[in-house]
């Protein structure tokens, strides 16, 4: 009897206008000012000639793009503009080999301190200002599209109210949409850190959805997983109420083990490699095992297509996520407020 087996990826060759893209860097890994620029040989430009940037904020210490890479390839391939900045020192590219790897990530984990998750969040504003410039599209008519992953995520709710007046009006956000955003900055630093730092004052300060919700209001996406250990649905239920959007939607992937690989809708499905660390290692730091899967190529990927190219609104989202090959259709994306999902 033959293996139930997930959809298919879809084919994306209609979509891929420019399929040449010059990945430039600038910046220093040591000090958190790192960034890879996705830009587009033939960019695409909507029916009023509108040219389309996507900033892309990492999760705590994912600072390394091939985490995300064939994610951000889909975007840059689209003709869109895309802004990685690495806004954590150390982490910024895997290693040649994994003990080089381990020390870079050692690195980004065991920040100085004290703790300013306010200063990473200030590194990912300079650093994509900058890139916007040497890219060329200061002056030109440009939409602009936050996503984020984790403390990427929650750094992308909170743009419109740390970002406002330190970058170029074209770079606040047209909609915000996150994957298994923490609602505070201090959610996922390492407990014995975290229990260490409240003792001795780590923390030079916080970004907490509860004071930069009030700022936010653009549509927004959130989509989660009934699946995420390490950022429950639940933790999420009076967050989302500080949101001051009217145009915001909470989203749910399932877990579904109907074929094999079974589809996990954990921490770390907006991921598609996390091979720079043992897949053991993956399950307790990042809270799974990255690769692409139905996850990406039905619900985290499109999300952002259909805001950008279609023109959708974020918090009125649909999904297709397709058959196993047996025909038994993949369990449903839910969605409303964290409540429907919990």
């Given at each position: ?66 985490i995300y890479q064939s994610h951000l390839i889909h975007l840059a391939q689209q003709g869109y503009y895309v802004f990685f900045p690495s806004y954590q020192r150390g982490f910024c590219r895997y ?104 003792m001795i004052g780590a923390y030079a300060d916080r970004v907490d959805i509860m004071e930069t919700g009030g700022a936010l209001r653009v549509p927004v996406a959130i989509l989660h997983g009934t ?43 907006a991921g598609v490699d996390t091979s720079f660390i043992p897949n053991v290692m993956a399950m307790m730091s990042v809270g799974g095992v990255a690769s692409e899967s139905t996850l990406n190529w ?45």
């Amino acid at each position: 009897m033959s293996r139930t087996t997930q959809p298919a990826k879809p084919d994306y060759s209609d979509r891929y206008t420019s399929p040449r893209y010059l990945v430039r860097e600038d910046g220093q890994c040591d000090d958190g000012s790192f960034i890879r620029s996705y830009i587009p040989a033939s960019p695409y430009r909507d029916a009023a000639g509108r040219q389309k940037v996507v900033v892309y904020l990492h999760g705590f210490c994912l600072g390394a793009a091939e985490i995300y890479q064939s994610h951000l390839i889909h975007l840059a391939q689209q003709g869109y503009y895309v802004f990685f900045p690495s806004y954590q020192r150390g982490f910024c590219r895997y290693g040649d080999s994994l003990p080089t790897t381990m020390g870079d990530l050692t690195q980004a984990l065991f920040q100085p301190f004290p703790i300013s998750p306010r200063g990473w969040f200030g590194n990912a504003i300079s650093s994509v200002a900058m890139a916007y410039e040497r890219a060329g599209l200061a002056g030109s008519p440009v939409d602009t599209y936050l996503f984020g992953h984790s403390l990427g995520g929650l750094f992308a709710l909170s743009w419109p109210s740390y970002a406002a007046g330190k970058v170029p009006a074209d770079l606040m956000p047209r909609q915000v949409l996150t994957a298994n955003p923490i609602p505070d900055s201090e959610s996922l630093i390492p407990t014995p850190i975290r229990i260490t730092g409240r003792m001795i004052g780590a923390y030079a300060d916080r970004v907490d959805i509860m004071e930069t919700g009030g700022a936010l209001r653009v549509p927004v996406a959130i989509l989660h997983g009934t699946g995420d250990i390490l950022v429950p649905v639940k933790a999420w239920v009076r967050p989302f109420a500080a949101i001051a959007s009217a145009e915001k939607r909470f989203y749910c992937a399932q877990n579904d083990s109907h074929g094999r690989p079974a589809l996990v809708a954990d921490h770390i499905q907006a991921g598609v490699d996390t091979s720079f660390i043992p897949n053991v290692m993956a399950m307790m730091s990042v809270g799974g095992v990255a690769s692409e899967s139905t996850l990406n190529w039905r619900y985290i990927w499109p999300a952002l297509d259909r805001v950008i190219r279609d023109g959708a609104r974020a918090d009125q989202l649909q999904f297709d996520m397709g058959t196993w090959s047996d025909g038994v259709p993949v369990r449903p994306i839910l969605s409303g407020t964290p409540q429907a999902c919990v």
